[in-house]
């Protein structure tokens, strides 16, 4: 059974930093892009960041850039999102996705084949 599993949410105060974590199991998603999505409440899912299977490319939606970072470490099938500088916009609860074979990396949801069940980032101000 594949399954993503998130880790590294929790309550931060603005300006703080946290790392969070995805786990793949069931299956090595080392050729697979990988992604990070976000729900606020009340909103849509977004596009937070992505990175190849390589780790050589990777993009961030304009909110990321600069505070966020993503990475992956192909040899312990897992993804990391660092995150500094957050502020209360940054609440939400944070998807990591393992994208469709083929996709080099991606901003849209539905070029991803697997997600997590997600965690919760709340940053109060």
């Known amino acids: 059974q594949v399954q993503l599993v998130e880790s590294g949410g929790g309550l931060v105060q603005a300006g703080g930093s946290l790392r969070l974590s995805c786990t793949a199991s069931?299956?090595?998603?080392?050729?697979?892009?990988m992604g990070w999505f976000r729900q606020a409440p009340g909103k849509e899912r977004e596009f937070v960041s992505t990175?190849?299977?390589?780790?050589?490319?990777?993009d961030y939606a304009d909110s990321a850039k600069g505070r966020f970072t993503i990475s992956r470490d192909n040899a312990k099938n897992m993804v990391y999102l660092q995150m500094n500088s957050l502020n209360s916009e940054d609440t939400a609860v944070y998807f990591c996705?393992?994208?469709?074979?083929?996709?080099?990396?991606?901003?849209?949801?539905?070029?991803?084949?697997?997600w997590g069940q997600g965690t919760h980032v709340t940053v109060s101000s």
């Open positions: 990175i190849s299977w390589s780790g050589s490319s990777t």
């Open positions: 069931g299956r090595t998603f080392s050729s697979n892009a």
């Open positions: 996705a393992a994208g469709r074979s083929g996709v080099l990396r991606s901003r849209f949801s539905t070029d991803y084949h697997y």
